[in-house]
């Protein structure tokens, strides 16, 4: 008879913890974590709580001020989403760690653009003048771009310019010197004190630092880039019901609307 009472018992027992981490899944369901960095993508993110409240969603927002820990947290399964990264920089990051992501949607595009206290034009640069650009390969074809639009570079035949690097550069009519040992995060001081002949910054990192890309810099980039910052994801769970949830929200008018307000062309709405 005690063998029957403890058998039933330790059965029941089972029950309520299968129950127990039902419930626990289920609230895990209805709570989604994004990894972002604190200017554009964090605000935009607290601008999307409200109405992913009312589609049943609670949004939690880790901020997260560099470039390499969004990745691994999302590889890791520490947290549902990043929100930082363009689809180039995403590449590079799966080719040269093999993580296991995904884009699950693009939000939004940050021109990036050159600031200078030396000059007022590209064209005016003198010969052997130093740029400063960020340490990041995924976006040597982004800063070329500049000169090549300039007519100040040109590369080498057959280059995808979104793919060119430093080494597809054919010619360099000011021998135009590139400085990339500093993380993107750093340019907005460099610009500051006055290093090098000109500086290309991210507009996440300007804005951060009370820059803003369309009136300080000297040049900045078309609406038409293709460098627009997306919610990247575990592979596998782009289709997941709160990803696309978070992506419906993320991309609706009510969120174009605010980043077309808020931002006044320096952050525009991805097509």
Avoid: W
């Amino acid at each position: 008879m005690k063998k029957l009472f403890y058998f039933v018992l330790t059965a029941a027992l089972i029950l309520v913890l299968a129950a127990c981490g039902k419930e626990d899944k289920s609230k895990d369901d209805k709570t989604i974590t994004v990894g972002a960095s604190p200017t554009p993508h964090t605000e935009i993110l607290e601008q999307a709580k409200a109405a992913l409240k009312k589609e049943g969603y609670t949004l939690k927002i880790k901020t997260i001020n560099d470039y390499t820990t969004p990745n691994r947290l999302v590889n890791d399964g520490d947290i549902d989403a990043n929100f930082f990264q363009h689809t180039p920089y995403l590449e590079t990051e799966k080719k040269s760690k093999g993580y296991k992501i995904e884009s699950a949607g693009n939000v939004h595009i940050e021109p990036m653009a050159v600031y200078s206290k030396k000059i007022k034009d590209l064209k005016d640069l003198k010969k052997g003048a130093t740029v400063y650009v960020s340490n990041n390969p995924a976006e040597e074809g982004r800063f070329l771009s500049f000169f090549t639009k300039a007519g100040l570079i040109t590369l080498k035949d057959g280059v995808d310019p979104v793919k060119a690097t430093f080494k597809d550069i054919k010619e360099n009519k000011k021998d135009i010197q590139f400085n990339n040992k500093q993380a993107a995060e750093f340019l907005a001081k460099t610009y500051n004190n006055g290093e090098g002949d000109a500086v290309i910054i991210n507009s996440n990192v300007a804005l951060a630092n009370k820059l803003n890309p369309v009136k300080d810099s000297i040049a900045i980039e078309s609406k038409d880039s293709p460098y627009a910052n997306l919610i990247a994801v575990q592979e596998g769970h782009k289709n997941d019901e709160k990803i696309k949830a978070l992506i419906k929200v993320l991309q609706s008018k009510e969120i174009q609307d605010f980043i077309t307000k808020k931002y006044d062309g320096s952050v525009i709405p991805a097509k």
